[in-house]
């Protein structure tokens, strides 16, 4: 992982597909790790959930009690593979419309009570990777921030970033 230079916690934001995720959840750090997959795409029930997941605090050792997901889920974005994902190149989501909805699981546990407040998730980049003239997967690249309710408590995600590859291994259209 390439860390940021400034914010040394996260991984610094690239486009290169490198599958690293990270961001701020309130003071603790939220990040990808190396026992989950990073990301995942999965079409179904009339919508595209887009979900990150890794682990929130500090990281030394395995220990599913800091496991931690974010879903966001598109309705009606519905790709046929995962080179219809391109089509997010350059949007930005209001993360407190109602055409969204943003899910956290901590511990495999969905958060029950959670409202966005503000907030955005932006796919700054989507682009085809090529091996040997072979499509392999899309990397998405962008930044995400929001504010919320969670358990009736105010807490913020900031300085969100990601940079994934979702090629046939990982991205799900049932």
């Known amino acids: ?20 995720f990270g961001a701020y959840y309130d003071r603790e750090v939220f990040i990808s ?18 979900v990150l997941n890794g682990h929130k605090g500090a990281y030394y ?5 800091n496991q931690m997901s974010l879903t966001l889920r598109l309705p009606g974005f ?9 089509a997010l190149n350059d ?18 546990t969905p958060v ?9 998730f932006q796919f700054k980049r989507a682009q085809h990777l090529f091996v ?3 499509q392999v997967e899309v990397i998405l690249s962008g930044y ?12 913020t995600i900031t300085d969100g970033r990601f940079d994934v590859g979702i090629g046939p291994d990982n991205f799900y259209n049932y």
């Open 33 to 50: 790790n190396e026992s989950a997959v990073p990301a995942k795409a999965i079409v179904t029930d009339g919508s595209m959930s887009f």
């Open 144 to 155: 995400f921030e929001f504010r919320a309710l969670i358990n009736g408590q105010p807490v």
């Open 112 to 120: 029950e009570s959670f409202s966005i407040i503000s907030g955005g």
């Open 78 to 86: 519905l790709p046929d593979n995962y080179t219809g994902l391109i």
């Open 1 to 20: 992982m390439i860390y940021d230079e400034e914010l040394t916690d996260l991984p610094a934001y690239t486009e290169w597909g490198y599958n690293t």
């Open 91 to 108: 949007t930005i989501i209001d993360l407190a419309s109602p055409d969204c909805q943003v899910i956290i699981e901590i511990a495999g």
């Open 132 to 134: 040997d003239k072979m």
């Open 61 to 65: 050792y395995y220990d599913e009690s």
